[in-house]
């Protein structure tokens, strides 16, 4: 059952974003289920509620994360999920995204709504400066999120990520808050 909006940290004209709770597992787990074509071989979100148990714990406990499910303002429905790893405070303060949309939700924009509510939430209330996103060569999708959301290409990254049983190259793309100020 959807969270009511008051639980909401940002809302666009069609998505709120909200953080992780333990209960979101039973729609997060099956809606993981149903979009296991769209995401393979780029990404493993829990689908089971074992896994998510311990992925949602990580993102709600954990200082160095912050993660965000991205819901559907008229049905509160889990559109999908950006997460804020690798924070790293100090005079640094950057973090690395990395999101997922769910199968009945992609390719209708909601998402990059998402991603802008997070953008701000973190360049805002988080208080970070920078933000990066590595994506695949491949993930076309993933990387038009990054490009239509203002993130520049900075570099190519061979064997960076370890993924589905082997080290994967990644595009590295970044994000300042000034970039987002004067863009």
Not at 2 to 25: H, K, M, Q, W
Not at 130 to 146: D, K, W
Request: charged share 25%.
């Amino acid at each position: 059952m959807p969270n009511p909006a008051s639980r909401y940290l940002a809302e666009g004209p069609r998505v709120a974003i909200r953080p992780f709770t333990p209960d979101d597992g039973p729609e997060f787990t099956a809606r993981a289920r149903e979009s296991r074509d769209l995401h393979r071989p780029w990404l493993f979100p829990p689908d089971s509620e074992e896994g998510y148990a311990g992925y949602a714990e990580a993102l709600i406990e954990d200082p160095a994360r912050a993660g965000f499910l991205v819901c559907e303002k008229d049905t509160g429905a889990i559109a999908g999920f950006i997460n804020i790893n690798n924070i790293v405070r100090g005079g640094f303060r950057s973090g690395a995204l990395g999101y997922g949309a769910f199968a009945h939700a992609a390719g209708r924009g909601l998402m990059r709504e998402g991603l802008d509510l997070v953008i701000g939430h973190a360049f805002g209330p988080l208080g970070l400066h920078r933000l990066e996103i590595n994506a695949q060569p491949g993930n076309t999708a993933s990387i038009a999120l990054a490009r239509g959301a203002g993130f520049r290409l900075e570099g190519f990254s061979p064997d960076m990520i370890y993924i589905d049983g082997a080290w994967r190259d990644h595009e590295r793309w970044a994000l300042t808050a000034e970039m987002r100020t004067t863009g």
